[in-house]
């Protein structure tokens, strides 16, 4: 144990006897002491924000590594508590300009208030000179749905603008992808992707509130100063040259100078059969100066060993990471996140603790704390690619990201991040019937939040995931209160400084959300079940093929 961990190690010991006893006693009220007691360390001032590759990290990681061994868990990876993440991050110069020039029109769009532009090519110039413009709607290509945007169009070298989100929300048409829910194909990530497939140059996506589920302000927090990716031997440079975002005004005053109205344009593009169309005579130009910076982040990784099959796993996981300090911003400019995600963190610790104060599992138990999920899903992605147990011995993970949202407090309903997926909708709907509510698809599935952390990325490897978060239906105050205190969170709060933490949160709806996973874990632990997904879950067939050639740790 080294002195940071020795000096956080007596921090923690003080309380350790007195929690032991109220965990056995009264383990509803212990949970909730925990969330308290660890999400307001882990979102002080003192943590600079968790973001990767920072003293912040330094910090974060040893404190963890701290609390888990009090607890009496195991470092997880080869008598490791961490997993190393190479990481990559990117600093593009905030004085980058985006010029958009065409007939009779010329626009200067400063970065932050009318474009945020940036590159995940890890180089220190990036950039594109007079690069012709072509809308391409959505930017999808779906040969399963029979939706190509690409076709009979040459994007090589050129600049499309592309929609957020996907057809079926825009229309609402349930026959139409996955009406209201938005699928992968409507996530900023897969439009950046898919264009550089097709050969573009660059990427504009428009920005609309509603659509992409955040306002501009998280455009901006999100994508300024570092942006982080791991490392790649090839520099990413099959990435776009730039990626960007830029506000729907600044969109449709481009498409009025180009004799095209954006509202029907963008009807236009949500409607089978949709040609992509140049903006003709005009041309995108913009040079990315950056800083880059290499370095080596962690995973942390607690267990807590099987008593009888040690060698199958149930991963609990939670982020650790938000968004740091922006240096120049006025103000408070430090990025807490105690919601997003100290809320998730805190209840990994929580759970830890209620599992070590029972006989151990049948099956191993690992506490999976991440890096880099604001910036990709990175930490989880690092490890989906290289896994400390297999996946065809990785029984399920259980997924924990901003469980405190809003501070509701207790709910009537459970809401399901990717409703209907898997059959561990199954041990959650036994484990709900003991807390009297029920299970509901979560609220706003047109914001695609089973694609925003990281249960995704072991969902791909075929791990069946299950995520629960934002109940909305207050026991006290009903649903309509509840879906305004979302609303707010999310539109006041979600990615700003302002995610503080309150001593007089009310966390009791984030209490049952962690006694629900934690019966679903011991039931899981106490079974020989490996959960599947259910028939036409994009999952499965991956799932199927790890299970039919199982290998070991």
């Known amino acids: 144990m080294n002195n940071t961990v020795k000096v956080l190690a007596l921090g923690l010991a003080c309380g350790l006897g007195a929690a032991a006893v109220l965990a056995a006693t009264d383990p509803a009220a212990q949970i909730e002491q925990d969330l308290h007691r660890h999400i307001a360390e882990l979102a002080s001032d003192a943590y600079e924000g968790r973001a990767p590759g920072t003293a912040g990290e330094e910090k974060t990681v040893a404190w963890l590594q701290a609390a888990f061994e009090e607890l009496g868990a195991e470092p997880g990876n080869a008598g490791s508590w961490f997993q190393e993440v190479p990481i990559t991050a990117v600093t593009t110069a905030p004085d980058a300009v985006l010029a958009i020039r065409g007939s009779d029109f010329s626009a200067d769009w400063a970065y932050g208030s009318e474009m945020m532009a940036f590159t995940r090519r890890q180089v220190e110039q990036a950039g594109i000179e007079e690069s012709e413009l072509v809308f391409v709607g959505y930017g999808i290509n779906a040969p399963e749905r029979n939706w190509n945007d690409y076709a009979d169009v040459d994007v090589s070298g050129k600049t499309v ?88 005004a600044g969109a449709e005053a481009l498409f009025a100078a180009a004799g095209l109205d954006y509202a029907q344009s963008k009807a236009a593009a949500a409607r089978p059969g949709f040609k992509a169309r140049p903006l003709a005579g005009f041309h995108a130009s913009v040079s990315l100066n950056n800083s880059l910076s290499t370095n080596l982040s962690r995973n942390v990784v607690a267990l807590l060993p099987g008593s009888k099959y040690p060698d199958e796993v149930i991963i609990y996981s939670a982020h650790w990471d938000h968004l740091g300090v922006r240096p ?16 998730g963190v805190a209840a990994l610790l929580a759970l830890t603790r209620q599992f070590m104060s029972a006989d151990a599992p049948q099956r191993s138990i690992m506490m999976l704390a991440v890096t880099a999920e604001e910036s990709g899903l990175l930490g989880s992605k690092y490890y989906s690619e290289n896994p400390i147990f297999a996946p065809a011995k990785t029984v399920a993970n259980l997924n924990m990201d901003n469980i405190a949202a809003g501070n509701i ?47 995704f990325s072991l969902a791909r490897i075929g791990i069946p995931a299950l995520y629960l978060t934002r109940s909305t239906d207050s026991v006290e105050h009903g649903k309509e209160w509840g879906d305004a205190r979302l609303r707010d969170y999310t ?11 309150d001593p007089s949160w009310n966390l009791s709806g984030a209490v049952q959300e962690v006694m629900l996973l934690l019966e679903i874990g011991r039931e899981l632990a106490a079974n020989r079940d490996f959960p599947s997904w259910h028939e036409g879950v994009e999952f499965k067939r991956a799932r199927e093929q790890s299970l039919a050639a199982p290998s070991r740790r």
């Open 161 to 248: 603008v592309v929609l957020i989100n996907d057809p079926g929300y825009a229309t609402q048409d349930p026959a139409l992808f996955n009406g209201n829910a938005m699928t992968y194909y409507g996530r900023w990530d897969y439009k950046y992707d898919e264009a550089a497939r097709q050969g573009a140059a660059a990427v504009l996506i428009v920005h609309e509130t509603d659509a992409a589920a955040y306002p501009w302000e998280v455009v901006r927090s999100s994508w300024s100063g570092a942006n982080i990716g791991l490392t790649a031997d090839n520099q990413h440079l099959d990435k776009a040259a730039v990626e960007a975002w830029i506000p729907q």
């Open 328 to 343: 120049d911003a006025p103000g408070d400019n430090i990025y807490n996140g105690a919601s997003d995600n100290a809320s």
């Open 409 to 455: 407090g207790r709910t009537r309903d459970v809401a399901v991040v990717g409703y209907g997926n898997s059959e561990l909708e199954d041990y959650l709907a036994r484990a709900v019937r003991g807390q009297g509510r029920e299970v509901v698809q979560e609220p706003y599935p047109e914001k695609g939040y089973y694609y925003r952390s990281d249960h």
């Open 491 to 501: 539109a006041n709060h979600y990615h700003k400084p302002s995610d503080e933490y």
